[in-house]
């Protein structure tokens, strides 16, 4: 079948739906198999959410690869709706949902609470993009509250892995080689001068973080923190009526309206590095779009948050998941723009590309031989996400602060949120701004640069002078 070609500087087709585009496979866009075969692989991370549903809920591997599976199925949504972006969790705001989870005991409390939280930030998300008021909302909030929840968000990421009892003690030299190693791929300035020079190495870091779960499978059974994979064959066996029966509405019944109200702080805080997330989104689009004059991309941050929206609001009903439903996978997001850039040959459409990856993931998780390959590493490969996670949110959030003043609010707010939740760190956050700047609370005006600013600002006065 022949996809429908597009004009110079044109939108690839689709089908006007309102709001949105639906486009095809294979009708709107072209597939693309390199992505899809990067998929296959890449579906190990998607598959690393299983050890967090067992140790908050206490599911069964089975019931918690039911999840991963819809998760899967409901990715698609995006590219198929029009939006140019392959979506993920919302992986900074893991740590601080699992913190809020916790304080209610394991069984039906704590899955109504997980219900409860990400059906509120499904329609929260929905009633924003239909409204149009996602940025204004953001935007509105202090940089010094914004920055305190982003680099709480980082800590409590770290935290989780150190703490007393946590994934460390369980893998300590796992975990040390392989995030030193994927802090040398993804973060150091030396393996960027050698992928700039190197193809193979080029190739190595557009592979994001497989090439560390490669590794760890190896490293973890050489040290003896976890078996070698047993390869089966054949399909996977999920668990969809273990999953309806005992963790969702159909056998637990409606939530207490209670939750919903003392979730709220918690699901102001992950909206706020959801936001942060859209805002990546847009900026790589632009990227991509900028690079290549014969597709014009068309990316909606409203349009966005009906879909993710919509995705967390089905999920809390058939699949609660503690990852949630966020808008971008920025690590694949990036592979795929860079390999845009190397033009219509390599990939005729952005969606294509996209769209190929996602259809991938949801290929490989099916495949028994990939799953059982990385299911006994999954804690590990858990653990180097949620590390990585927490030293971008440590520097965004600090990037996130306008003055010495505002970073002071910051790291206090972050130390109460991980210490005793969302809600104390949002009181003592207001409390905090309202002492310092008073009237000025929402002017999100720095007071003061910072001091190796002023430092540089009067170097430079000196030099001209």
């Not at 939108?11 to 739906?17: H, L, N």
């Not at 005992?246 to 590095?273: D, E, H, N, R």
């Not at 956050?429 to 929402?442: A, N, T």
């Amino acid at each position: 079948m022949k996809w429908k070609e597009r004009k110079f500087g044109e939108e690839s087709p689709y089908i006007p739906a309102g709001p949105f585009k639906i486009r095809l496979p294979f009708i709107h866009y072209r597939f693309e198999w390199p992505d899809y075969v990067q998929g296959l692989l890449m579906c190990a991370v998607d598959l690393a959410a299983i050890p967090l549903l067992i140790e908050l809920l206490g599911m069964p591997f089975e019931v918690a690869l039911a999840i991963v599976l819809l998760n899967g199925v409901f990715y698609l949504l995006h590219h198929l709706l029009g939006d140019p972006a392959i979506p993920g969790w919302i992986t900074p705001a893991i740590p601080l949902i699992m913190l809020y989870c916790t304080q209610f005991p394991e069984g039906p409390e704590r899955v109504h609470a997980l219900i409860a939280f990400q059906m509120t930030l499904g329609i929260l998300s929905i009633l924003l993009g239909t409204t149009g008021l996602a940025s204004k909302v953001v935007t509105s909030i202090p940089s010094a509250i914004r920055s305190g929840v982003i680099l709480g968000a980082g800590f409590a990421a770290v935290v989780s892995i150190f703490e007393v009892g946590g994934r460390f003690d369980s893998f300590p030299w796992t975990i040390s080689i392989a995030v030193g190693i994927g802090f040398y791929l993804l973060f150091s300035k030396h393996f960027d001068k050698l992928k700039a020079t190197n193809h193979f190495w080029g190739i190595i870091g557009k592979l994001g973080i497989f090439p560390i779960i490669i590794i760890a499978i190896i490293i973890a059974p050489l040290f003896g923190e976890a078996p070698w994979p047993t390869i089966e064959w054949g399909f996977v066996s999920p668990d969809f009526i273990g999953l309806w029966t005992g963790y969702t509405l159909f056998g637990l019944g409606f939530p207490p309206l209670m939750l919903f109200v003392t979730g709220i702080p918690t699901v102001l805080a992950a909206y706020i590095v959801l936001f942060g997330d859209v805002l990546q989104t847009r900026a790589l689009v632009k990227e991509a779009d900028l690079s290549r004059p014969d597709e014009k991309l068309d990316y909606n941050a409203n349009r966005a948050h009906m879909i993710f929206g919509a995705r967390n609001s089905i999920m809390s009903v058939i699949g609660p998941d503690v990852t949630m439903a966020g808008p971008l996978w920025a690590a694949m997001q990036v592979v795929v723009v860079q390999r845009f850039k190397d033009g219509r040959k390599a990939m005729d459409s952005f969606f294509g590309g996209v769209g190929s990856f996602r259809w991938g993931t949801n290929t490989g998780l099916l495949l028994l031989p990939i799953v059982s390959l990385v299911e006994p590493i999954l804690g590990i490969a858990l653990a180097l996400t949620l590390l990585i996670q927490g030293y971008v949110s440590v520097k965004v959030g600090i990037l996130e602060a306008r003055s010495q003043s505002d970073l002071g609010i910051a790291g206090i707010i972050g130390a109460v949120l991980v210490i005793k939740g969302a809600a104390w760190a949002f009181a003592i956050g207001i409390g905090l701004c309202l002492l310092i700047y008073g009237r000025d609370f929402f002017k999100n005006e720095s007071d003061e640069t910072f001091t190796k600013d002023l430092e540089v600002k009067q170097e430079k006065e000196i030099t001209e002078v």
